[in-house]
């Protein structure tokens, strides 16, 4: 690899770097809020994959039933943590496609 061309990788490097810490600030602002069972179970994560509040409502709290709560509360938190990482991915490719580093293929 010649100088220019290390010159040039070594600028898209920290070009990229700086866009990814910028995108991380703007992550860990974002949160996505997700609901089951028809609003029964309400989860909010963050953009640092963190619950960060759970509801549920009174209504759906059956002593006689704790595993259908537990299966609305876990799948309130896993679409949720899609979610974000759906988003998160969308908001990283597009910084990552136009990375061009010779020899690197991403």
């Known amino acids: 690899m010649n100088r220019k061309a290390l010159r040039q990788a070594q600028k898209q490097s920290e070009k990229f770097q700086k866009d990814m810490a910028k995108m991380q600030q703007k992550l860990d ?12 179970v309400k989860a909010v994560i963050n953009g640092n994959t963190k619950l960060t509040s759970l509801s549920i409502d009174p209504e759906v ?46």
Request: charged share 20%; proline share 3%.
């Open 61 to 106: 709290v059956d002593p006689n039933d704790v595993e259908m709560l537990q299966d609305l509360i876990i799948s309130a938190i896993n679409d949720g943590l899609e979610q974000i990482q759906e988003l998160t991915n969308k908001k990283m490719s597009s910084i990552t496609s136009g990375l061009n580093i010779p020899g690197l293929n991403i």
């Open 29 to 40: 602002t974002e949160k996505v809020e997700t609901s089951v069972g028809g609003g029964v």
